[in-house]
């Protein structure tokens, strides 16, 4: 006598496909390390992604990319090399995720019309770096001119007395006019920068609440598990031990 057969929802399913040749390698070589057979090891990797939205699909899909990126330049696993590790730490932070970020068309309208204002600041600024450069002075430090503040002189004092030491009349007029609109510009600059701080303050705030979300998820995780008298992780000691340096 067989065995009865299961309920229509409890049968399991067959699906029929193709793969390529390398795919296929892949998933051999994937079942030979994780001691699994072929079938169940197509079945595991695919309960894993099943029902994921495309986003989170594409998300995942690049950050496999780039630790296999990383894990090429330092030659070993994410997971058996610290260095590696933490490399694909900061990735998984600043990487793929950061371009990911969710705006609303008029959120990203509002924040390009905060930003653009600076670049076109900042590009001018260098142009009229490379004018001084050509008339014989140079600009020390023309993104932020505070050389001298402490000393109470006033701000580009280093580069505009070069600007006086230059022979060539003509040149140095050249210089101290683009010195001046460099001047005026810095504090365009500012202002600007200022303005753009004000817009990002609101996503800001949103994100502070979003790290904050995680940080009272992973240490209600941590209170139960001492609760239940489980010892604490290393990973958890180390970033305690960071947190008081």
Known sequence: MGRPSKPTGQKRMLIGTRFDPDVFQRFTADASHSDRSLPHEVEYRASILAGVNEPTLQLISQLISRIQDLEKVTKKCWHEDLETWAAVSVMLSEGPIRTAKPLLPGEEAEIRAAIVPIREIYDRQCALVTEIASAGATVVDFAWPTVGRGLGMPPRHTEKAAISAIKDEKAKMRA????????????????????AKEVMMAYAETEKLGRSLWQRITNDETRQRRNRGEEMRVDELVWLFVRWL
Do not use: F, P, T, V
């Not at 001046?180 to 504090?187: I, S």
């Open 176 to 195: 101290l006019s683009a010195h001046a609109e460099l001047q005026n510009l810095d504090q365009l600059r500012a202002e600007a920068i200022q303005s």
